[in-house]
């Protein structure tokens, strides 16, 4: 998580624009380009989505420290769009975005070996080493206990700036039909799996007192959000449900310590479609998405404790 957290330092942001489009969101004109070229095929809808992500990736670079493709967007679009997520991951890296690939992936051996390897790693192929998709982190199921964790703790090793982010308290409202049961008297599933997590993490606490082993904490439940913050103090969160789902910056207040640290919160549809409130026919699409990332900073910033480094770093 070292990289991500010195991102948000260098930007003074703690935002991440998740990478989810669809035709809808895409304006004519790109789609245009791409269907004259490759057809309404996958591969043309694909060249439209990469074109539109280059071009935001371009907008918002030097102000956001963090880019989320979801995989299942892309996944839609069959091999192609799966091509599409690996170009995307790359051109954001190259920009000097760290890069959360949201695949909510888990499973237990081998099987979690290999989307460990997959999204976080390497592999060997004839004694040549390989990267298939290169994130930087990746968000997972906690479900399946450690037997689900530990193959990804691996393939992450001894690197500062790889991590995972698990499924805590999630921010759909059915959520609570499952996170919110009580264990006993007091304890809840999503403080269970939280504290999880922080067990997860021990023995990983890079510099800025946070571990690889990060959760995700919705912005529609600040009680919760709040809770959890004052509850793991070594576990970082990703914090969707800003914006469109209906959190707001106070909300989300509640996933930071004094250093205006420990959490990352996501915004999507609100950053991708901001060209649709401008009035215009898309063509200023990249610049209407980085005035909105631009505002969604502004607002975030003036509710949490100013960003800076921990003493002593």
């Known amino acids: 998580m070292e990289k991500l957290i010195r991102r948000i330092i260098e930007r003074n942001n703690p935002t991440v624009v998740g990478l989810d489009p669809t035709l809808d969101y895409i304006p004519a004109q790109v789609k245009a380009e791409a269907f004259a ?6 591969r043309g ?3 439209a989505y990469l074109t539109y992500n280059k071009a935001i990736i371009d907008a ?46 888990n499973d237990i ?19 040549e080493r390989c990267v298939p998709f290169g994130g930087d982190a990746l968000t997972v199921n906690g479900y399946l206990g450690t037997d689900g964790i530990k193959p990804l703790l691996e393939v992450i090793g001894d690197n500062p700036d790889k991590g995972i982010f698990v499924l805590v308290k999630t921010s ?8 919110d049961r ?66 707001g910056a106070k909300d989300v207040a509640g996933a930071f310590d004094q250093n205006g640290l420990g959490g990352i919160v996501n915004s999507s549809r609100a950053v ?16 209407a998405a980085r005035a909105e990332a631009i505002r969604m900073r502004d607002d975030i910033t003036s509710a949490i404790p100013p960003i800076h480094s ?4």
Request: net charge negative; charged share 20%; proline share 4%.
């Open 37 to 42: 070229e490759y057809g309404k095929t996958l």
């Open 109 to 127: 051996g081998s099987t979690m070996q290999a989307y460990a390897a997959a999204h976080l790693g390497e592999i060997e192929i004839e004694g």
């Open 45 to 47: 809808a694909a060249h």
């Open 172 to 179: 759909n409202p059915s959520s609570g039909e499952l996170q």
């Open 272 to 287: 991708l479609t901001a060209w649709k409130k401008t009035g215009g026919d898309g063509r200023d699409f990249a610049q």
């Open 182 to 247: 009580k264990l006993g008297e007091n304890e809840t599933v999503y403080a269970a799996m939280g504290d999880m997590c922080e067990r997860w993490g021990a023995g990983k606490i890079g510099r800025y007192d946070y571990s690889k082993v990060g959760a995700v904490v919705g912005a529609t439940y600040p009680a919760q959000l709040s809770e959890l913050r004052a509850r793991l103090p070594h576990t970082f969160f990703l914090v969707p449900g800003y914006g469109a789902q209906g959190g």
């Open 60 to 105: 918002i670079c030097d102000v956001v420290p963090a880019v989320k493709p979801q995989c299942a967007y892309y996944e839609l679009l069959g091999w192609e769009g799966v091509k599409c997520l690996a170009e995307t991951i790359s051109y954001a890296q190259e920009k000097g975005m760290y890069v959360i690939t949201d695949g909510k992936r």
């Open 310 to 313: 921990p003493a002593g770093i």
